[in-house]
């Protein structure tokens, strides 16, 4: 059982590390996602390049790449721990080491030189394996902000800002509430060229239409 207690988190940053965006658009469309739009390999950029087939299969994936491992943390590797839920630092820390290494993985995959996506659905996907009513929280602050701003990148900020309060609100757990302000701080770093964007006036709208 300890080889699986410790081969998780490699594994979780292996997976995370998996650029769906790039798979999906080479194999499916024949398209090299990083060549077009802003070159990022999220569902974003799959919407203007790939259209809304692609976009909603390059978010499912991306969501899995932090859901499947953090799930199995959580539901099955609890049993080692003898966890009564989150109140036990051991468990919390370990699920929070394999929720950080597959949202690492995705922003710094070691298949595109340490580049990789923004890491909001990867992000969402480890949140919804922890805390269903947090996740969702956080998709109604996202859907509202996107709805009246028209900007993601502006949406994923504040909904990880809002995550991150509700994690400790919910849960109390001191390593959970510092995986969620982690996670705000890298969505933050990975959203640096539209945080200027949005500055100068000139960052992309959401858009449901390809090549817009």
Known sequence: MNMYIIGLPI???????????????HFFY???????????????????????KGAVAVLLLDTLKGFIPVFIAVHIFAKYFNANGFNDPAFAR????????????????PWLRFKGGKG????????????W????????AWTIVAASTRYSSLSSMLACIVAAVTLWLLTYSPWLTAWGLFITLLII??????????????????SLSKGS
């Open 120 to 131: 909001v659905a990867t992000g969402f996907g480890s949140i919804l394996a922890i805390s």
């Open 30 to 52: 024949r398209t090299d996602i990083t060549k077009h739009g802003s070159g990022n390999i999220g569902a974003m950029n799959a919407m203007r390049t790939l259209g809304a």
């Open 94 to 109: 370990y699920v929070t080491l394999v929720a950080a290494l597959a949202i690492i993985g995705h922003c710094f995959s």
């Open 189 to 206: 770093y990975t959203h640096r060229d539209n945080l200027n964007r949005l500055r100068n006036g000139t960052e992309h709208r959401i």
């Open 11 to 25: 594994l979780a940053f292996l997976f995370g590390s998996i650029p769906f965006g790039l798979v999906i658009g």
């Open 133 to 140: 009513p947090v996740a969702l929280i956080a998709l109604i």
